[in-house]
């Protein structure tokens, strides 16, 4: 299902990527968008290591950012060519330029698979690397639905890092978020890195 990449075109610090992205994102301004509630419930099912930080790329408004912020005090950081909610986490950074760090969780989620799968395999590629080992990255991909709109084997190239993919787990909110809906959280999946 490939779709044309539009990477090049509302990915950079410009008018048009600030309109696009400020549209874009007009729906998500809630407590109920789907990296709120994952940062609200994931840690139910998965222990992080206690070194690396703890990072969100492609933060939005920053909400998910700030419930990741008050698990993870000291240690959370947000990454984005925009800060519209002026959240003081946020670094404004584009990911082509990201300096290398450890982390122990990331939820990549900077650009999206659809329209701009170019800058999603960036990030996934910033993320694999600087992974500890134990580390967890969150993700759309690892489905025939997303991996049909990469121009890349999303499997191999998690596997080329040292990671392995799995699925989300079965929660409650996850499963009231698909039934209203809003996000369907099987398109997500879990990436480990070995080690």
């Known amino acids: 299902m490939n779709t044309e990449d539009r990477t090049n075109e509302i ?3 410009d008018h048009t990527s600030l309109e696009y992205w400020k549209d874009d994102l007009a729906s998500s301004i809630s407590w109920k968008y789907k990296s709120c509630v994952y940062h609200r419930n994931i840690f139910k099912y998965i222990s992080i290591p206690d070194n690396g930080k703890v990072v969100q ?3 939005g408004y920053g909400l998910g ?4 912020a008050n698990q993870f005090p000291e240690r959370t950081s947000g990454y984005d ?4 909610g002026e959240h003081p986490l946020v670094n404004i950074c584009d990911i082509r330029q990201m300096p290398d760090f ?20 960036i990030g996934l590629e910033w993320t694999l690397k600087n992974l500890v080992p134990g580390g967890y990255c969150l ?3 690892g489905n025939e639905y997303v991996n049909s709109y990469f121009n890349f084997n ?14 989300m787990p079965c929660d409650d909110e996850f499963e009231s978020m698909l039934h209203a809906n809003l996000y369907d959280y099987r398109h997500e999946c879990l990436i480990k890195k070995n080690g």
């Open 11 to 13: 990915t950079h610090a």
């Open 57 to 59: 790329l492609g933060t």
């Open 154 to 167: 999303f499997n191999d190239l998690v596997e080329s890092y040292n990671c392995e993919i799995t699925a």
């Open 102 to 121: 450890d982390v122990a969780y990331v939820h990549c989620n900077v650009g999206n698979f659809t329209n701009t799968p170019l800058l999603r395999k």
């Open 65 to 68: 950012l700030e419930i990741l």
């Open 139 to 141: 993700t759309a991909g």
């Open 81 to 84: 060519i925009f800060n519209y």
